[in-house]
Structure formats: structure tokens, C-alpha cells
């Protein structure tokens, strides 16, 4: 892990571009942006580049667009990137950190070693802060880690998030606003490796030691339940999905207690953390199965989530929970037509072992309730049925009541994880119904991604929940100026965010 997370300073810096000791700063152009009037001093240092390419149209500032021009004189930079960052009206904090990202990643490419990037106004000023440092956080990452041969080069030395002197807010915060981005950038750095693992490494142990690893780490409390806690506690939608593999199933537990934490709330988080889904006997064609090792990008996102609430002090108490197993058709496999027994004692007859992250989050959402929860978050690559519906843009996000829902939507999009209203209609639950039992597993094809949430519903005794389908956008499957292809590390924002969110507005 520690090769994937590369190690850098971000630091804060206060002071006139002018002054800048680095080897590339990078400035944010808007569209129709006269650069040269906006930063004295630039068209001088730049020998006139500055002017000239936006009079001649060659840098117009479209989003990620860059410039490199030299420093000829007067400033301290040896060079200057000037990067699009689109139309001012529509610029946010969710662009800042894409522009700071591809800022520091085209700096990675070009193996240079001290970048500044300058906070332009606009947004207030500690969000800025955190968003650049957040954005340039993500270079750090690298999924290159089992290539023997080319590998991407190290990150850049210094990443420096520059800022004017007179910007309204003290240093102090600045600096805790700075701090805040980088945690969130390396703990959705964390999540992004652990969803590009290959299921032979990560197996449901291995997630579970890392797991544990990474909460000790970030001193959280740890608790792994074994195959034998798991059925002393009668998870039998767990130990369902887990019989057809030869890997035993663990449930991560990590908690963040911190002093003078209220009674309520006691947000847990619940993540699906099937670490390889084959489908089970209902099995997936070969076809792009391959990508079904990132089944625990939900968990993935609930372990870093955790880490970031406790290195950032969130001041309420939150529980994250992680049941993780594989999906696979051995020969002590669950079969369609089977009835299991969840632990709260509700009985499921699976018609579709494919649907099998419900099952194992069913015993997950209710074992948050047996440590406490008063509302429940559950994040989950659940269906490709929300993925159709979607597609990469969004999130779907189901949840009652609705004004709970509501601040997890909010705080979700605020964080950059964007997530769209999906509905809980009483006719999803009619597609469950059973002749044998008191549900089935799968609602069948018709609103797929809503049958699922419906099913998770029932486990969730009344309690205010929120569900992330995420099955669309824990993976990229381009390249992108800002992102790689390959695991996203969706949600870590939203869930971190919203320990904080959750603690102001209950
Ligand atoms: N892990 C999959 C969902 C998924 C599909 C995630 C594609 C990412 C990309 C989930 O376990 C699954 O197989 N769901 C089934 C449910 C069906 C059998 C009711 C699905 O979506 O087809
Ligand atoms: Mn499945
Ligand atoms: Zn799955």
C-alpha cells in the first residue's frame, strides 16, 4: 500500500505570485478572462505570453486546457501553467478540485517537482482551500503498482496551495482547511486501492486486516468478526452468500467515539463489501466480469470514510460496518429457490444469488442497529439497473424520511459526489413478495436498482436511512484530465462530510 500512497507535503502559502519558489505555477483562466489585466505582474514575467495567447485564441479557457509558458523574468517560478477553468458563472468547488488534480497530474507526468497552485477567488475562501488540496491530494495515486516494467514517476515533492495574502480568512483556518483536503484526498486515495485490488489479493481477510490497519491507524476503535461471531450472531444472509466460496467472511467494524459526543445521533455507515462477485450459481456471463472485484467499493469508501471522520475529529459518533465475503458458485453454494435467515430473524428466499449485496448488507444494516445506530447510511455497488438508469453522471440515492434524505442529498453534492433522487414507491415491495417466505431477493428486471433499495428498507427498523447506489460510478472506464481510469473512491466526500453535517442539523 504504501508504494500505491505515495507520501507529499501540501502545504499552505500565503504571498504575491511573484514570490512563488517553485518550479511550475499553475493559474486558473476563465473563459474570457483578460489574464494578463487580472495578475499583475504576469505578462512581464512571462515575456507577454500571457497576453498573447488568450489575443490569439490559443488558450481560451475551456476546463483543463493548459499553457506552459517560461518565466523570463521578475518572478521567482521557473515556469507558469496557465489552466482553463471554464465560464466564471459556472465555476464550483467540485471544478476547483478537478482543475487542482489535473494540475498536479500533469505535473506528475512531466516529473516536476515543486507545483503551486494559485486560489483565484471566487468561492469562499476555506472551501477553495480544501478543494485545491484535496485535488492535488489525488495525484499521489498510481495504479501502476504491479507493473514491473514503465511505472508512473513519482509525485511531485511540494504541492503548495497558494493563496493571497489579504484573502478575508486567518492563516489558521487556511491551514486547517488545507489539512482537511489532504486527509480526504489520501483516504479517497486509500478507497481507490483498495477497489483496484485483484480479488486473489484482496480476498475478505485480507480487506478485513487492511481494514482494521487503516481505522488502528487512524485511531479508531477495531472489531473483525470471524466466521464464528458471524454465526453466534445468526447472519444468516451473510454466511448465505459466503457458503459458495472457500474464503471465510469477516464483518469490519470501526467506531469514532469521540469525548463529549452527543447521544444522538449515532450515524453508522454500512458498506457492500464483496470483494468478487461471480454471481454466485445464478452466474454472470464472462464478458467484463473482471470488473466485479470492485464489489467493495461501497465498503472501501465506509473504511477511508471512517479514517478521514476520526483524523478530522467529527464531533459525533459514527459506526461503520463492512460485511465482506466473495460471491461464488461452490459446491456448498446458496441455490435460487433457497430461504435464509437473517440475524433480526426476517427470511429471504433467493430467487437470484446475483442479488446477493442485499443480503449481505440486510445483516450489516441490522447489526449497525444492535450497536446503536440512530440513522443509517449504506453506500453499495447494489445494481447494474441503477447504472442504466444514471449512467456515470450520478449516484442514485434512496432514503426516508424525507428530510434526512434530504441533508444526505445535500451534503453529498455539496462534498462532489453527486447524486440524483431515486423513489421508494409501496409497489416496489409487491415485486418481492413471496409464496415461501416473507421476501424475495430480486424484484426481477422492472426498476431494478428500486426493487433493491425497497429490500434494504426492511432492514432498516424505521430508522432514518439514506441508501447510495453507487453501482455506476465506483469505476471510470476513461481517462479523464482529473482521474485515471479505474476505482473512484466515490462517497468518502459525502460520508465524511456528512459526520459532519449530520452532527449541526439533528
Ligand atoms: N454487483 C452487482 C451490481 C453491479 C453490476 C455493479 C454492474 C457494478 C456494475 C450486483 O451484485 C448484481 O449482480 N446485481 C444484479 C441484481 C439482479 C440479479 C436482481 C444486477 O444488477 O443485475
Ligand atoms: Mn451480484
Ligand atoms: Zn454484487
Redesign the pocket.
Known amino acids: 500500500m504504501s508504494r500505491t500512497i505515495e507520501s507529499s507535503a501540501v502545504r499552505l502559502v500565503a504571498a504575491a505570485p511573484a514570490h512563488l519558489d517553485v518550479d511550475l505555477l499553475v493559474i486558473p483562466v476563465f473563459e474570457a478572462e483578460a489574464i494578463a489585466a487580472s495578475i499583475a505582474g504576469l505578462d512581464a514575467a512571462t515575456a507577454g505570453e500571457a497576453a498573447r495567447v488568450i489575443a490569439s485564441g490559443e488558450l481560451r479557457g475551456r476546463p483543463y486546457e493548459f499553457f506552459f509558458t517560461p518565466v523570463t523574468s521578475g518572478w521567482k517560478a521557473r515556469r507558469v501553467a496557465l489552466l482553463g477553468a471554464g465560464k466564471a458563472g459556472e465555476f464550483t468547488l467540485d471544478r476547483l478540485r478537478k482543475l487542482a488534480a489535473a494540475a498536479a497530474l500533469q505535473a506528475r507526468q512531466k516529473r516536476i517537482d515543486r507545483v503551486a497552485f494559485l486560489e483565484r477567488g471566487g468561492l469562499e475562501a476555506a472551501g477553495a482551500v480544501q478543494a485545491i488540496a484535496d485535488g492535488l491530494t489525488l495525484s499521489l495515486f498510481s495504479a501502476d503498482q504491479y507493473k514491473s516494467g514503465e511505472r508512473l514517476g513519482p509525485p511531485p515533492r511540494e504541492l503548495i496551495v497558494a493563496v493571497l495574502q489579504d484573502r478575508g480568512t486567518s492563516l489558521r483556518d487556511l491551514e486547517a482547511a488545507v489539512d482537511r483536503g489532504r486527509v480526504i484526498g489520501e483516504s479517497c486515495n486509500l478507497a481507490r486501492a483498495l477497489s483496484n485490488e485483484p480479488s486473489n489479493v484482496l480476498t475478505p481477510r485480507e480487506f478485513a486486516e487492511r481494514g482494521a490497519r487503516i481505522g488502528r491507524e487512524a485511531g479508531l476503535a477495531v472489531d473483525v468478526l470471524d466466521e464464528q461471531a458471524i454465526a453466534r450472531l445468526k447472519m444468516g444472509l451473510l454466511l448465505g452468500v459466503a457458503r459458495g466460496s472457500a474464503e471465510p467472511p469477516r464483518v469490519i467494524v470501526l467506531t469514532h467515539d469521540p469525548n463529549g459526543a452527543p447521544a444522538a445521533p449515532v450515524l453508522a455507515l454500512v458498506g457492500k463489501g464483496?470483494t468478487f462477485?461471480t454471481?454466485g450459481i445464478?452466474i454472470?456471463p464472462a464478458d467484463g466480469m473482471e470488473?466485479?472485484k470492485?464489489?467493495m467499493a461501497g465498503g472501501a469508501a465506509v473504511i477511508c470514510a471512517m479514517r478521514a471522520i476520526s483524523l478530522l475529529r467529527a464531533p459525533i459518533k459514527v459506526i461503520g460496518v463492512v460485511p465482506t465475503t466473495e460471491?461464488m458458485p461452490g459446491g456448498k453454494a446458496v441455490k435460487p429457490g433457497d430461504v435464509l435467515t437473517g440475524a433480526g430473524g426476517k427470511t429471504v428466499e433467493v430467487i437470484?444469488t446475483?442479488?446477493?449485496?442485499r443480503l449481505v448488507l440486510g445483516d450489516g444494516l441490522w447489526y449497525a442497529q444492535q450497536l446503536g445506530a440512530t440513522h443509517l447510511v449504506d453506500v453499495a455497488?447494489?445494481?447494474?439497473?441503477c447504472?442504466v438508469a444514471l449512467g456515470r453522471a450520478a449516484s442514485g440515492l434512496f432514503g426516508t424520511p424525507e428530510p434526512w434524505a434530504q441533508l444526505v442529498r445535500e451534503t453529498a453534492d455539496r462534498a462532489g459526489d453527486r447524486c440524483w433522487p431515486m423513489p421508494l414507491f409501496e409497489e416496489y415491495a409487491e415485486q418481492l413478495r413471496s409464496e415461501i417466505a416473507d421476501m424475495m431477493?430480486?424484484?426481477?428486471r422492472p426498476a431494478?436498482a428500486c426493487?433493491?433499495a425497497m429490500f434494504l428498507k426492511e432492514f432498516t427498523g424505521g430508522l432514518p436511512w439514506a441508501h447510495f447506489d453507487v453501482?455506476?460510478t465506483?469505476?471510470a472506464e476513461d481517462n479523464k484530465p482529473f482521474q485515471p481510469k479505474g476505482a473512484t473512491g466515490v462517497a468518502v466526500r459525502a460520508l465524511t462530510e456528512l459526520a459532519f453535517a449530520a452532527g449541526s442539523r439533528q
Open positions: 464483496i462477485d454471481g445464478s454472470k470488473r466485479m470492485d464489489d460471491n437470484n446475483d442479488a446477493e449485496g455497488t447494489l445494481t447494474g439497473a447504472a431477493n430480486s424484484g426481477g431494478g426493487t433493491a453501482a455506476g465506483a469505476w
